[in-house]
């Protein structure tokens, strides 16, 4: 496959996407899109897009895109650079890469895509679960499966499998986790799955790597992003020996997030009154209020539960076994639902100013902590990430959440409001199911498959980048 480059605004992309077709302004002004070979890109940043922010890399099908491509030089740059003539499908787009400043502010490109495409999501957990095996077998890991008390959407049975590559004495420990949102492991387990395909002999020999690939296994199977006790597992490592913790501006919206009723019109008007208060609140407030935690409805959205669930005790158990002796642990925490659509954004559970935050920020590149100026996500209550330093006590821990953007907060919120209320109110067999799940589906694991080729530079970033920094 030959692969030209065009450089753009995400939000231009997005509208691209939308409509199916991309059509800048050079096309009418000039006649043709500007593009670049995968060498010509950091000039071509550095030139026409200096101090740009929110810039994008489309890497695009030469043999799939239908006008004319010529190579010229009609600016007197000294080398040929291809020209599209004419509109550019979005189907010809293979995936999106973000562009990113380096050193002194200028921009860098790298094209992290060595070893084939990633393969298409899942079509459910089981066939998930089997790729990941094989997988993992093939790569030469020794693998742990654990099985769950309940059964999946097709009775199957449900496990945490753990793939384990590296000498069984290491105290060099790197941890990649996928599905704590259970519907949120379709993009993870396909990134775990091409990693040991591709690339799993490119980790240190003194480093012992363990992909935990469905920590929330019930959410995956029944595509929800909740447990079987309808709990969100990064709102149920809290204290549990001290008083629950209190969501007041939760209880004002709780009966509008997840009414008895929903019928279209319920729906809309429900909506209406959440956007009402985010008006009156504020987005930062609200979304804090609908997501960071709460412990009093047990059917609503983000519940946190009221006690340890079966996951939470499985990772304690877990860690004990295989953690209590680490020296350096990393650890890598994958999500989908918030931000950009394909972009990916490091969230860091230690405050600014920690050593922590600066060492994440030092081994991964700009890290975020979770909540904090430009995050994409509230400051949570009862993350599993908080407690990570309890799971390997002994260790320096160095911790990440790799959060990759599908659609828009709202159309993510309506997701969550129906699948709460299909399993509080409705039948989760019954007629509804279905599409409401889909809508889960559409929200956390894009079926396109440039996404997940999207997603994969970030990843592949983080899991270089890991093993460059770890044990050092």
Same mark, same amino acid.
């Given at each position: 496959? #030959?692969? !030209? @480059?065009?450089?753009?605004?995400?939000?231009?992309?997005?509208?691209?996407?939308?409509?199916?077709? =991309?059509?800048?302004?050079?096309?009418?002004?000039?006649? @043709? $899109?500007? !593009?670049?070979?995968?060498?010509?890109?950091?000039?071509?940043?550095?030139?026409?897009?200096?101090?740009?922010?929110?810039?994008?890399? !489309?890497?695009?099908?030469?043999?799939?895109?239908?006008?004319? $491509?010529?190579?010229?030089?009609?600016?007197?740059?000294?080398?040929?650079?291809?020209?599209? =003539? &004419?509109?550019?499908?979005?189907?010809?787009?293979?995936?999106?890469?973000?562009?990113?400043?380096?050193?002194?502010?200028?921009?860098?490109?790298?094209?992290?895509?060595?070893?084939?495409?990633?393969?298409? /999501?899942?079509?459910? =957990?089981?066939?998930? *679960?089997?790729? +990941?095996?094989?997988?993992?077998?093939?790569?030469?890991?020794?693998?742990?499966?654990?099985?769950?008390?309940? *059964?999946?959407?097709?009775?199957?049975?449900? @496990?945490?499998?753990?793939?384990?590559?590296?000498? #069984?004495?290491?105290?060099?420990?790197?941890?990649?986790?996928?599905?704590?949102?259970?519907?949120?492991?379709?993009? &993870?387990?396909? /990134?775990?799955?091409?990693?040991?395909?591709?690339?799993?002999?490119?980790?240190?020999?003194?480093?012992?790597?363990?992909?935990?690939?469905?920590?929330?296994? +019930?959410?995956?199977?029944?595509?929800? *992003?909740?447990?079987?006790?309808?709990?969100?597992? %990064?709102?149920? +490592? $809290?204290?549990?020996?001290?008083?629950?913790?209190? %969501?007041?501006?939760?209880?004002?919206?709780?009966?509008?997030?997840?009414?008895?009723?929903?019928?279209?019109?319920?729906?809309?008007?429900? /909506?209406?009154?959440? /956007?009402?208060?985010?008006?009156?609140?504020?987005?930062?407030?609200?979304?804090?209020?609908?997501?960071?935690?709460? =412990?009093?409805?047990?059917?609503?959205? +983000?519940?946190?539960? #009221?006690?340890?669930?079966?996951?939470?005790?499985?990772? *304690?158990?877990?860690?004990?076994?295989?953690?209590?002796?680490?020296?350096?642990?990393?650890?890598? #925490?994958?999500?989908?639902?918030?931000?950009?659509?394909?972009?990916?954004?490091? $969230?860091?559970?230690?405050?600014?100013?920690?050593?922590?935050?600066?060492?994440?920020?030092?081994?991964?590149?700009?890290?975020?902590?979770?909540?904090?100026?430009?995050?994409?996500?509230?400051?949570?209550?009862?993350?599993?990430?908080?407690?990570?330093?309890?799971?390997?006590?002994?260790?320096?821990?160095?911790?990440v959440a790799l959060e990759f953007g599908t659609v828009d907060a709202v159309t993510v919120l309506q997701a969550l409001r129906a699948d709460a209320w299909l399993h509080a109110h409705g039948d989760p067999l019954g007629d509804d199911a279905a599409a409401i799940r889909a809508q889960v589906r559409a929200a956390f694991a894009d079926d396109d498959p440039r996404w997940i080729r999207s997603c994969w530079p970030h990843f592949a970033r983080a899991m270089t980048a890991t093993f460059a920094k770890i044990g050092r």
């Amino acid at each position: 496959m #030959d692969l !030209l @480059f065009h450089i753009l605004d995400q939000s231009q992309w997005d509208q691209a996407r939308a409509a199916g077709v =991309y059509e800048p302004e050079s096309l009418t002004a000039e006649g @043709f $899109i500007h !593009l670049s070979t995968a060498d010509q890109v950091p000039g071509t940043a550095n030139r026409r897009y200096a101090g740009g922010t929110d810039l994008v890399v !489309l890497a695009i099908d030469a043999d799939a895109v239908t006008p004319e $491509i010529r190579f010229e030089d009609l600016y007197d740059h000294g080398a040929e650079f291809p020209h599209l =003539y &004419g509109p550019l499908a979005t189907s010809a787009v293979h995936h999106v890469v973000p562009l990113e400043a380096g050193e002194e502010a200028t921009f860098t490109f790298s094209f992290p895509h060595e070893g084939g495409d990633v393969e298409a /999501l899942a079509t459910d =957990y089981p066939s998930a *679960r089997s790729s +990941f095996l094989d997988a993992a077998v093939g790569a030469g890991a020794t693998v742990e499966s654990f099985g769950h008390p309940r *059964r999946g959407l097709n009775d199957e049975e449900l @496990f945490v499998d753990v793939a384990r590559l590296g000498p #069984d004495e290491a105290d060099v420990c790197v941890l990649v986790v996928a599905a704590t949102h259970g519907v949120e492991g379709y993009a &993870g387990s396909a /990134l775990q799955t091409h990693w040991l395909t591709e690339h799993a002999q490119q980790r240190p020999d003194n480093a012992a790597v363990f992909l935990v690939h469905a920590f929330n296994p +019930f959410g995956f199977s029944w595509v929800r *992003r909740v447990n079987e006790d309808n709990v969100d597992l %990064n709102r149920n +490592f $809290i204290d549990w020996d001290e008083p629950l913790p209190t %969501n007041a501006a939760y209880m004002q919206i709780a009966s509008a997030l997840v009414p008895a009723d929903w019928s279209t019109e319920s729906q809309q008007r429900s /909506l209406a009154d959440l /956007l009402t208060v985010a008006g009156d609140w504020g987005l930062e407030r609200m979304q804090t209020a609908v997501s960071s935690g709460q =412990y009093a409805h047990p059917t609503g959205v +983000f519940y946190g539960g #009221d006690g340890p669930v079966w996951s939470h005790r499985w990772l *304690r158990s877990w860690a004990s076994d295989h953690l209590s002796g680490a020296r350096d642990l990393a650890v890598l #925490d994958l999500h989908t639902g918030l931000g950009a659509w394909g972009a990916c954004q490091l $969230i860091g559970h230690d405050r600014v100013g920690t050593a922590g935050h600066a060492r994440a920020g030092d081994w991964w590149g700009p890290v975020v902590a979770m909540g904090g100026e430009n995050s994409v996500s509230a400051s949570l209550t009862g993350d599993w990430l908080g407690v990570v330093q309890e799971l390997a006590a002994s260790a320096r821990t160095t911790r990440v959440a790799l959060e990759f953007g599908t659609v828009d907060a709202v159309t993510v919120l309506q997701a969550l409001r129906a699948d709460a209320w299909l399993h509080a109110h409705g039948d989760p067999l019954g007629d509804d199911a279905a599409a409401i799940r889909a809508q889960v589906r559409a929200a956390f694991a894009d079926d396109d498959p440039r996404w997940i080729r999207s997603c994969w530079p970030h990843f592949a970033r983080a899991m270089t980048a890991t093993f460059a920094k770890i044990g050092r």
